[in-house]
């Protein structure tokens, strides 16, 4: 009886086994199944080659770094729209510079504001190729204790003969977040005016114009009038 028994449990244990097989490789054959169509995670030894590719390097060449813009910026952008209509100037024509002043004020006094722009003008118009006359230029070097100077602001000694028929000349005028500039160039002969061009200077570039004095090595603030 005992024989009887073995004889039918045997067939039956090899046929579980063949259906575990069968069913293991049906499993292996098919795709791999997610439960809840979960999103699969590559093997981080697989996954290294979209690492390097995708890397985002710090350069700090690429930061933009805030640069603070002052009176020449403005000056420059005023001499090209100046360049678009002028005429009977070129690179044989002498050229004089003025101090700017103010629209509303006595046109006799100048200001530190006034007087940088005359200086960034005889810059931009040299960089054109125009020809600039130094009129506060003297014919000699004042030797002092204090220094070495070729400029001056005294008319008895400055020459009497300045070679320059042209003069780049303006005005100014306050306005609300800055000052309006008016620029021209005029004919001292014919007093036409042969170019001009219009431009604002932002209020915090005016303010960043520091009016000083020295007084033993010391930079001391001027008081404003």
Not at 156 to 182: K, P, R
Not at 209 to 217: I, P
Request: proline share 4%; aromatic share 8%.
């Amino acid at each position: 009886m005992k024989r009887l028994i073995l004889t039918l449990c045997l067939p039956l244990g090899f046929g579980c086994s063949h259906i575990m097989n069968d069913n293991d490789t049906t499993v292996k054959k098919g795709p791999p199944q997610l439960a809840n169509q979960e999103r699969g995670v590559a093997a981080p030894g697989d996954s290294n080659a979209l690492y390097q590719n995708t890397a985002v390097m710090n350069d700090n060449s690429h930061i933009n770094v805030p640069t603070r813009k002052n009176i020449n910026h403005y000056v420059r952008g005023i001499m090209q729209d100046m360049a678009e209509n002028l005429q009977y100037v070129n690179t044989k024509t002498p050229l004089a510079v003025s101090s700017f002043i103010f629209l509303d004020d006595d046109y006799n006094d100048g200001t530190l504001l006034g007087n940088q722009i005359a200086e960034s003008f005889m810059h931009e118009l040299h960089n054109f190729g125009v020809s600039v006359i130094d009129f506060k230029t003297t014919d000699y070097m004042r030797v002092t204790p204090n220094g070495d100077f070729v400029f001056s602001r005294d008319y008895l000694e400055l020459s009497q003969d300045q070679n320059f028929n042209y003069v780049l000349a303006g005005t100014m005028v306050n306005h609300q977040g800055g000052v309006l500039i008016n620029a021209r160039i005029i004919g001292l002969t014919s007093k036409a005016v042969v170019g001009s061009a219009q431009g604002f200077i932002p209020q915090s570039v005016v303010d960043a114009l520091d009016s000083s004095y020295r007084t033993d090595g010391v930079m001391l603030k001027q008081v404003n009038k």
